[in-house]
């Protein structure tokens, strides 16, 4: 079975400043997809990135990159210049595709909890 | 722009009783997925359907849970009877599946329940 691990329970940045977010994955499959989602107080999740396992190249979106290690089993995810309206819970969660090509489920960590201070 | 609705969302309800929730995915979406999140277990997986036909319910206590998808813009979630530690925020996401999966689900603002 696939495990998402996020190893950092909470993290604090400082506004306009840089921050990575760390998580680590185990999984026997090659194609796989990785993501990250945002919760902010409002429980919404929102999609912020995703990762195609099979792309070499890094996914980014806007502010936020990521940096992708297939070999490691690692999808850390950078925020540069933080905002106050950053600060939420960041699950990182994996897909992976079962052989008969039929969706299958997320797989989330256990979050990451962001503070932005001003 | 197109977003996941979920209603209620907020119930609170007394052991026992019938708890309905439901779900309206982004129209055009043929996957169908409800998460359970609470702080003991985290996000886990309930059950979710394509094309109206459910794919995997293991996640899900078939004593009391049932889901279905009477149409494709309608999903639901049942539970019968509740029970306090079916309190959590249970979230419905939706996506597209074309052959091979490269489908992003797309959540709803969830609907907390509190089962007293």
């Known amino acids: 079975a696939q495990t998402v691990t996020q190893s950092q329970p909470e993290m604090s940045v400082q506004e306009a400043e840089t921050v990575t977010l760390s998580c680590t994955y185990d999984t026997s499959e090659s194609d796989y997809y990785l993501f990250w989602y945002k919760q902010p107080p409002s429980r919404q999740m929102i999609l912020v990135i995703r990762?195609?396992?099979?792309?070499?190249q890094n996914a980014t979106e806007n502010r936020f990159s990521v940096n992708f290690q297939k070999a490691a089993k690692s999808f850390s995810l950078k925020i540069s210049d933080s905002q106050l309206g950053d600060a939420a819970m960041y699950f990182c969660?994996?897909?992976?595709?079962?052989?008969?090509?039929?969706?299958?489920?997320?797989?989330f960590g256990t979050g990451t909890r962001l503070q932005v201070m001003l | 722009d197109a977003r996941v609705t979920q209603t209620p969302r907020h119930k609170v309800t007394e052991m026992g009783q019938e708890v309905t929730m439901r779900c309206q995915p982004i129209?055009?979406?043929?996957?169908v997925f409800w998460y359970r999140q609470t702080m003991m277990q985290g996000l886990e997986l309930l059950a979710y359907f394509r094309n109206r036909a459910p794919l995997d319910d293991s996640g899900m206590p078939k004593d009391r849970f049932s889901a279905e998808m009477p149409d494709a813009t309608l999903a639901t979630l049942k539970i019968q009877p509740s029970e306090p530690r079916d309190s959590a925020v249970y979230f419905c996401?939706?996506?597209?599946?074309?052959?091979?999966?490269?489908?992003?689900?797309?959540f709803g603002p969830g609907t907390r329940l509190t089962v007293l």
């Open positions: 990762q195609e396992a099979y792309k070499q």
């Open positions: 996401a939706s996506g597209l599946v074309r052959g091979v999966p490269t489908d992003t689900q797309y």
């Open positions: 969660a994996y897909r992976g595709q079962s052989p008969t090509g039929t969706a299958s489920k997320l797989t």
């Open positions: 129209l055009g979406h043929n996957t």
